[in-house]
């Protein structure tokens, strides 16, 4: 396609209606100029193709292999995994005729009550942006292009569509964006979505500096922004501020505003034919790929069913995470333990993924009670536990206890069921349903080998029952294949190595967005700042019951002293680092490496460590490996708004390598030099503390008013210096009476003026 020629030759109406869809899941073609349809369907975890273009229907989908989702192949904290499970996506895409998948989402877990946390990676953005960037590779090597969502603060379900997030531009800088800017960078995604919300009083698909001047211009994004599927509430400021593509469509009378707004001159043609130069780009691209829309099968090839289904179930065991083991309970070793109690109808009706427009119709599902028919379990007797709502009574609970009372060893399968979790609202609390706590602690009472095992899209409340049992699994929604998955780990055929991407904390009270969450009167303030997750407890010194990036393994790993290519550079250069790990156990493993930078200084306030860089290793037992990471400047780095920039204070910083975050293994100091120089403008408001701090401020108030003011001013007394220091400028006329004029003031302020940088 020859994009130029094809744009030259369109007429206005056919632009405008390229920006927006023929029907709820492909934009239209222009058969007489040869331009192809685009077709996309959702695929965060499996690609979700309707058998009709009904965008309402979330039930009737072509068969798909139904992954684990996103929540939990980010607690693999697996790169090359996500990339794999990226490409097996991107197959049966091919298969059921499908240009772009609609994911991965990338949206930080700001609160444990946000509905769709399962369909989001982590609260950290550098974990988020990594497995994202890896997924979006391994979908678009295949020839289909992924779409990062949703751009940007779209943390919570709680009033989706019109709530105002209130964030700064330094949180929304380290926090919001950087998951995105990642995986724009390593990655290229042929699409972003934008958000339902506003950001700031502006709608997310209508924000000129999100779209234009951030994503666009600053990122360099090339590929097309489209809306969330109606998120366009005024189309002609949309496309003005950046967003090329209206989901779903036709949208007749929108692409009638458009072309009123460009004959009127209200909208410049030249920005129209840039938004529809992005989608003729898209199309070419798709066009490529060699992907017959037309033509779709009615479910994958029987080789990509079988195949994705394996790694469907690789993918569930990875990404399981050990939180307890005492005694070493696990693993149930099947020559061991000759009785089993299975406990909880999750083991016989599986939760494999949450609910909304994610919801994928599986190929086939295998339960945790089918799978323990294969490693060679004796007896395994199942009683469910609690009922369709994922609550207990007595009735439930007496049957679960007679059980494990005869039993060599309990597994109790607990969770959320499907109406607590899902797009469109949020959770109310992080609890268990009513009495699962009093079946596992009434188990427990009566088997001391009790293994619980957690199925749920975000973290739950354990704190009634954590210390009554010796081992918990975090499952998370683990897909199609996540009951063998489950199984595989308890039996010890896998080694657990997830690890946790949101902090578990105690109670609610005690998560990072408590006070700020929902909002009032339309608007949610993000007044935790930066503080988000681990970040706010590592700085508030709460306890977590388990830490972000925590899990345990049958095996151990050791490591040795770590080496830095210099213990202190110029914050231009980069900083190499390497730590040899050893699996010193008897079993085979993987052990997950997380890298913190922790900063010993800070003109403004700091997290006290953030992850910077993470790596997962597998050992065989005995092996060992050379584990490298390189820091560049933005590792150490901060965002201060009131210089639009990163900026990196002259000074120590310490890089911490670990096993987790609460079991740091090596610690190496290194001495940053900033070879930038950055001075905030001084007016007469500021307090005569930051003329005296600033060099060329000191100069200018030596010259006309005289370095011992202050010290008149104050007697000579600490305390009063101290409380002339704070005083602005502006008020030191009257301080001595009309001694130092309001004219010397002005003078002041002109002498610095030009001078910040």
Not at 207 to 228: A, C, N, R, T
Not at 419 to 440: H, T, V, Y
Not at 483 to 494: E, K, L, N, Y
Not at 544 to 552: K, T
Request: hydrophobic share 40%.
């Amino acid at each position: 396609m020859n994009i130029d020629d094809v744009l030259g030759r369109l007429t206005l109406e056919e632009k405008a209606a390229l920006c927006s869809g023929d029907g709820a899941w492909s934009t239209p073609p222009i058969d007489r100029l040869s331009v192809p349809r685009i077709r996309m369907n959702d695929g965060p975890h499996g690609l979700r193709a309707p058998k009709d273009d009904d965008v309402a229907d979330l039930r009737s989908s072509k068969p798909s292999t139904c992954f684990p989702t996103a929540a939990c192949i980010a607690a693999s904290w697996d790169v090359e995994l996500a990339a794999r499970v990226g490409s097996a996506i991107a197959d049966e895409a091919r298969d059921l005729g499908c240009n772009i998948v609609l994911g991965p989402g990338i949206n930080i877990k700001r609160t444990p009550l946000c509905g769709r946390n399962f369909e989001y990676y982590a609260e950290d953005p550098v974990l988020a942006g990594d497995i994202a960037a890896a997924f979006v590779s391994g979908a678009q090597e295949r020839g289909v292009g992924a779409t990062l969502k949703h751009f940007a603060c779209n943390n919570s379900e709680f009033e989706r569509m019109t709530i105002d997030v209130r964030v700064d531009e330094r949180t929304l800088r380290e926090i919001y964006l950087p998951a995105f800017e990642r995986a724009v960078a390593r990655s290229g995604p042929w699409a972003i979505m934008g958000a339902y919300n506003r950001v700031n009083g502006v709608f997310a698909c209508e924000h000129p500096y999100l779209l234009l001047q951030i994503l666009k211009d600053e990122w360099g994004f090339d590929g097309l922004v489209m809306s969330d599927w109606t998120a366009v509430n005024d189309r002609v400021a949309a496309t003005a501020a950046g967003l090329d593509l209206e989901m779903p469509g036709p949208s007749n009378a929108n692409d009638a505003r458009v072309v009123e707004a460009v004959t009127s001159g209200k909208l410049p043609e030249t920005v129209l034919d840039e938004r529809v130069r992005r989608i003729l780009t898209v199309a070419e691209r798709a066009e490529q790929s060699g992907i017959d829309t037309d033509n779709p099968l009615s479910q994958p090839t029987d080789e990509h069913i079988a195949a994705h289904h394996m790694l469907a179930r690789e993918a569930a065991a990875d990404s399981i995470i050990l939180l307890k083991n005492n005694d070493g309970v696990l693993p149930l070793d099947p020559d061991r333990t000759e009785r089993i109690a299975l406990i909880g109808r999750f083991a016989d009706t599986p939760r494999i993924q949450g609910g909304g427009s994610s919801k994928v119709n599986a190929t086939r599902i295998e339960s945790v009670r089918e799978a323990f028919t294969q490693p060679g379990y004796r007896g395994v007797e199942y009683v469910p536990g609690y009922d369709e709502s994922g609550a207990a009574d007595a009735h439930h609970i007496d049957g679960a206890v007679r059980a494990a009372a005869n039993a060599d060893a309990a597994v109790v399968v607990v969770g959320l069921p499907d109406a607590i979790e899902s797009e469109g609202f949020d959770r109310e609390n992080i609890e268990l349903p009513n009495g699962q706590g009093d079946l596992i602690r009434a188990v427990a009472d009566k088997q001391p080998n009790t293994v619980v095992v957690i199925v749920a899209g975000s973290v739950v409340r354990i704190e009634d029952w954590v210390d009554a049992v010796p081992s918990i699994c975090f499952a998370g929604l683990g897909g199609q294949a996540a009951g063998a998955a489950i199984v595989d780990v308890i039996s010890g055929s896998v080694n657990p190595s997830g690890r946790l991407t949101e902090t578990l904390p105690k109670r609610l009270e005690d998560s990072s967005a408590w006070l700020n969450y929902p909002g009032e009167n339309g608007e949610v303030r993000y007044g935790e700042g930066v503080f988000v997750g681990y970040r706010y407890h590592e700085a508030k010194g709460i306890e977590p019951r388990y830490r972000f990036g925590h899990g345990l393994s049958y095996t151990e790993f050791e490591y040795g002293p770590a080496n830095v290519s210099s213990d202190s550079i110029l914050e231009t250069e980069s900083l190499s680092v390497t730590v040899p790990v050893t699996n010193v156990g008897e079993r085979d493993g993987a052990e997950v490496v997380q890298l913190y930078v922790a900063p010993k200084q800070a003109r403004l306030k700091r997290p006290p460590r953030e992850l910077k860089a993470f790596r997962k290793v597998r050992l065989a037992a005995g092996g060992r490996d050379e584990v490298a990471f390189v820091l560049s400047n933005r590792d150490f780095a901060y965002y201060d708004p009131s210089f639009a920039d990163w900026i990196i204070d002259d000074g120590e910083y310490e890089v911490q390598i670990g096993s987790r975050p609460d079991d740091i293994r090596q610690r190496v100091t290194v001495h940053i030099q900033a070879t930038r120089t950055f001075r905030r403008e001084l007016s007469a408001w500021n307090p005569m503390r930051d003329w005296l701090d600033d060099e060329l401020g000191r100069q200018a108030f030596d010259a006309v008013i005289g370095s011992d003011l202050v010290d008149r001013l104050s007697g000579g007394v600490s305390a009063e210096r101290e409380k002339f220091l704070n005083i602005p400028l502006r008020k030191v006329p009257q301080l001595t009476g009309g001694a130092v004029a309001e004219e010397a003031i002005d003078r002041l302020v002109e002498m610095v003026a030009g001078d910040a940088q």
